[in-house]
């Protein structure tokens, strides 16, 4: 997967104002899969996300896409310590990533069914209803396949 240096410029002037966030920052301190951090992951999907809409034609908004990809997985918390009260970390933490990105970003409501649906069919009645959110769902799979699979 190749993003040309038009197609990066785009990702870095819509994630500007997020990447200069502390609040946003704190997903470098958090570890997603091995030693895969948050940040990292979020980002891997992010570009695999914009890749996809742009090189299969899927038409969907960049915007959207693009920080709903990123703010996914902002749920700010250890998921491997479970005893902080966070319930089921895979069925809970799209739900609390959301209620993150609107208290904090005040994200539009097409963005918060991206982060929203991004773990359908665990969640099962969460189903992605816009083409965002199943290019996000699909990217994340893949993404997160991937960085579990080289930790081993
Ligand atoms: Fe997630
Ligand atoms: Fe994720």
């Not at 190749?2 to 200069?20: C, D, T, Y």
Request: glycine fraction near 6%; aromatic fraction near 10%.
């Amino acid at each position: 997967m190749r993003l040309r240096p038009e197609e990066e410029q785009r990702i870095a002037n819509i994630l500007e104002p997020f990447k200069a966030d502390n609040r946003v920052q704190r997903m470098k301190k958090f570890i997603q899969h091995g030693k895969i951090t948050t940040f990292d992951h979020v980002e891997s999907v992010t570009r695999l996300s914009f890749w996809l809409n742009r090189r299969l034609h899927i038409g969907g908004d960049e915007r959207v896409l693009t920080v709903g990809a990123f703010l996914h997985d902002y749920y700010l918390y250890d998921w491997h310590l479970t005893d902080e009260g966070h319930g089921l970390h895979g069925f809970s933490h799209s739900n609390t990533a959301k209620e993150n990105a609107i208290k904090d970003f005040a994200i539009g409501e097409k963005t918060q069914c991206v982060i929203e649906s991004h773990m359908w069919p665990l969640n099962i009645t969460k189903v992605p209803k816009c083409r965002e959110a199943w290019i996000v769902c699909l990217a994340d799979k893949f993404v997160s396949t991937k960085e579990t699979l080289l930790c081993r």
